[in-house]
């Protein structure tokens, strides 16, 4: 099937009246699991949920998780559970956050990082422009930090954006979600193109970019003292992925990127992925292996003729889906995403 991503040409009225009839009578794919959606979202019928609604749902769902608090390196902290992976450098010069979990999690985010000590968040880091890594960039930098991220990020939040096969339309079909531009104090206040180099407390850290690949904002961060590489959503740990076709991902970029990390990393690297437990490169070489095997299954579909519904009708994923499939995007996501960003 094609997905149709809501022309850039149609006003943000037609925009947002296309979402909310797409998502009319929603069967919702599993972001959004009836039991946690608003009642205007899962009463159908009576009520069409609106983009914001939809939105609001996916973020309740990302904020129903725990925060844990894990102890990585000497100085390096990785929070984990609302919105994915947070890792936090703590010391004298002031703390430095990659990533920063979804809005409803502010509350227990400030608690995590006021419990590491008293010094101030001096820089906030984004991996890559999605919602649930750069949500509070905004208290964060009223709280006095500066937010760092690359070019790309800062453009690609200053834009609207419709992420396909996030939820189920009224014919049944995966479906694009829809974002509006993000407000001006959200955005980095500097930015950078392509690597950017940090010493703080002791550490060095080095922030590059890579090729598109989940999206075209991507960077990973190596915390090269303590042996850490955090790769934001460039690594799922033992979940499919959410690649995002809307802003230039691509399979062969997810592939390229975890190639990149591989010849990086030792065997006591700890890989910070940007949903799952903490990794190591015996986890992220499954992963890569699991990309592989998921392109060429669908390659060979694609060229075959089928479309995206007929490859999902295959199964071509039957024997992976148990150890992948229970994460954030089920076999049939997968199936159309690796489709729609080959
Ligand atoms: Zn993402």
Redesign the pocket.
Known sequence: MKFNFLQKQTSRREMLRGSVTLAGSALMAPFFPATLLPASVAGYGQQTPSAADLLASMRAKFNAAPLKTQRIGEDVTMLSGPG?SVVVLNGPDGKFVVDTFVAPAWPRLKEALDGLGNAPVKCVIN????F??TDNNVPLHAAGAMVLARENTKKRMSEAHDLPVLYRGPDGALASLHFDPSPPEALPQQTFCATHKLQANGESLALQHVAPA??DTDIYVHFEKANVIQM??LFFNWMYP?I?PSTGGTIAGMIAAADKILSLAGNDTKIVA?HGPLGNKTDLTKFRDMLVTSRDRVEKLKSAGKSAQEAVAEKPFADLDPVWGNGIINSEQWVQIVYLTL
């Open positions: 994915g991996t890559h422009w999605h649930d890594h989940h999206t934001g959503d959410y995002d940007g």
